[in-house]
């Protein structure tokens, strides 16, 4: 087995009941049910996609890390075929996990943001707007982005907390040559820093793993209490997914739940009950699903949808600016997994866990 790591003493709690596939001690339970998955259906995007992310705009004059810096973690975590560290959009430092089916993925550590998800066919799944920036100076506006510890606004800090705004370190890298599991991966690690500690004076590590198993995305989240005194947290990730067509778009998977409504004011959002088969979308939108179930999928409008499988995340949101956002609303909807109607309290010592799988597959 081909791995990169470096130790970090304080993961050990995460390792029980699982299995391990790096020597960092980063362990992983068993996957979660998908479904097959194909990437046929988004062939139709992608000359649009490929002219719009061309687009993206770059602030010059920012030093982001230099070439050594990044050949050097290439060199220590890189493992050839498989895991390159290279630098991304605006020279950020970003880990590129290629499968040996031909689909891969791309992780900046600045907020370990996932920023590109393709499959074996060169499709790309998730979306980037086009105003993302790439210097620091604020988070990056698409992909996956992470909430935490904060989803949503908040008077101690900003909307979404820090997490997508600071340097993440690379932990490990590995790349299992066995016939049954090639799983190309990188676990980032945040810890708490004089600035976090400005807005949420907690200690904590959050241990971030991405990985491929074939054309399949696959996150793992772990957050650890190392400090001496309980916290609460929210969190989210706020998934970007392009789309032919916002009006074409739907989701299924949360008929009978109850959401709040936040389109009219997010401070006062109205509580309903989703009655439609599929959601649909015909002016903007921002709901959030509570208790929703375990997997919902999202037509994409192409004939194909792309599928979400989650564990231990208790909601669901979906989002669309509409014309707030003309430039771009047409081309994208966000479903994130969140845990936001139950924050997650953890005393010191304590860790919480979840999962998120996202597939493609033809309708």
């Given at each position: 087995m081909a791995c990169?790591?470096?130790?970090?003493?304080?993961?050990?709690?995460?390792?029980?009941?699982?299995?391990?596939?790096?020597?960092?001690?980063?362990?992983?339970?068993?996957?979660?049910?998908?479904?097959?998955?194909?990437?046929?259906?988004?062939?139709?995007?992608?000359?649009?996609?490929?002219?719009?992310?061309?687009?993206?705009?770059?602030?010059a004059g920012v030093t982001v890390a230099?070439?050594?810096?990044?050949?050097?973690?290439?060199?220590?975590?890189?493992?050839?075929?498989?895991?390159?560290?290279?630098?991304?959009?605006?020279?950020?430092?970003?880990?590129?996990l290629q499968h040996a089916c031909g689909s891969s993925a791309e992780v900046t550590l600045f907020g370990a943001c996932i920023t590109s998800w393709k499959q074996a066919s060169g499709d790309e799944v998730l979306y980037m707007r086009p105003d993302a920036v790439f210097d620091k100076s604020k988070p990056i506006s698409g992909g996956i982005p992470h909430?935490?510890?904060?989803?949503?606004?908040?008077?101690?800090?900003?909307?979404?907390?820090?997490?997508?705004?600071?340097?993440?370190?690379?932990?490990?890298?590995?790349?299992?040559?066995?016939?049954?599991?090639?799983?190309?991966?990188?676990?980032?690690?945040?810890?708490e820093n004089e600035y976090t500690k400005s807005m949420w004076p907690h200690s904590f590590r959050v241990v971030y793993s991405v990985a491929l198993h074939g054309e399949l995305l696959r996150a793992d989240m772990r957050v650890l209490n190392t400090g001496l005194k309980p916290f609460d947290f929210t969190a989210a990730l706020h998934t970007y997914i392009e789309v032919v067509d916002v009006e074409q778009a739907k989701v299924s998977g949360l008929k009978g739940l109850t959401y709040l409504d936040k389109t009219a004011d997010p401070k006062k959002p109205v509580e309903k009950k989703e009655e439609r088969e599929e959601v649909t979308f015909t002016g903007p939108t921002d709901s959030v699903y509570l208790k929703a179930k375990d997997y919902v999928e999202l037509d994409v409008g192409s004939g194909a949808a792309v599928t979400i499988t989650s564990n231990k995340w208790s909601d669901v949101v979906v989002w669309s600016p509409w014309t707030a956002m003309p430039d771009?609303?047409?081309?994208?909807?966000?479903?994130?997994?969140?845990?936001?109607?139950?924050?997650?309290?953890?005393?010191?010592?304590?860790?919480?866990?979840?999962?998120?799988?996202?597939?493609?597959?033809?309708?």
């Amino acid at each position: 087995m081909a791995c990169r790591a470096v130790a970090f003493a304080a993961q050990a709690p995460f390792t029980a009941g699982g299995r391990s596939r790096s020597r960092a001690g980063v362990a992983h339970g068993a996957p979660l049910a998908r479904p097959a998955t194909s990437s046929s259906g988004l062939a139709t995007q992608r000359q649009r996609a490929a002219g719009r992310r061309a687009t993206l705009a770059v602030r010059a004059g920012v030093t982001v890390a230099s070439a050594a810096d990044i050949e050097a973690l290439n060199k220590h975590f890189g493992i050839p075929g498989r895991v390159d560290v290279i630098a991304g959009p605006g020279g950020l430092p970003t880990v590129r996990l290629q499968h040996a089916c031909g689909s891969s993925a791309e992780v900046t550590l600045f907020g370990a943001c996932i920023t590109s998800w393709k499959q074996a066919s060169g499709d790309e799944v998730l979306y980037m707007r086009p105003d993302a920036v790439f210097d620091k100076s604020k988070p990056i506006s698409g992909g996956i982005p992470h909430c935490f510890p904060q989803f949503g606004p908040s008077d101690k800090m900003q909307q979404h907390g820090f997490a997508r705004n600071v340097d993440w370190q690379i932990a490990s890298t590995s790349a299992d040559p066995q016939p049954d599991d090639r799983d190309p991966e990188v676990t980032l690690v945040l810890t708490e820093n004089e600035y976090t500690k400005s807005m949420w004076p907690h200690s904590f590590r959050v241990v971030y793993s991405v990985a491929l198993h074939g054309e399949l995305l696959r996150a793992d989240m772990r957050v650890l209490n190392t400090g001496l005194k309980p916290f609460d947290f929210t969190a989210a990730l706020h998934t970007y997914i392009e789309v032919v067509d916002v009006e074409q778009a739907k989701v299924s998977g949360l008929k009978g739940l109850t959401y709040l409504d936040k389109t009219a004011d997010p401070k006062k959002p109205v509580e309903k009950k989703e009655e439609r088969e599929e959601v649909t979308f015909t002016g903007p939108t921002d709901s959030v699903y509570l208790k929703a179930k375990d997997y919902v999928e999202l037509d994409v409008g192409s004939g194909a949808a792309v599928t979400i499988t989650s564990n231990k995340w208790s909601d669901v949101v979906v989002w669309s600016p509409w014309t707030a956002m003309p430039d771009c609303y047409r081309s994208f909807v966000c479903v994130e997994n969140a845990q936001f109607s139950t924050p997650v309290t953890l005393k010191p010592g304590e860790f919480w866990r979840s999962q998120c799988e996202w597939a493609v597959k033809d309708l």
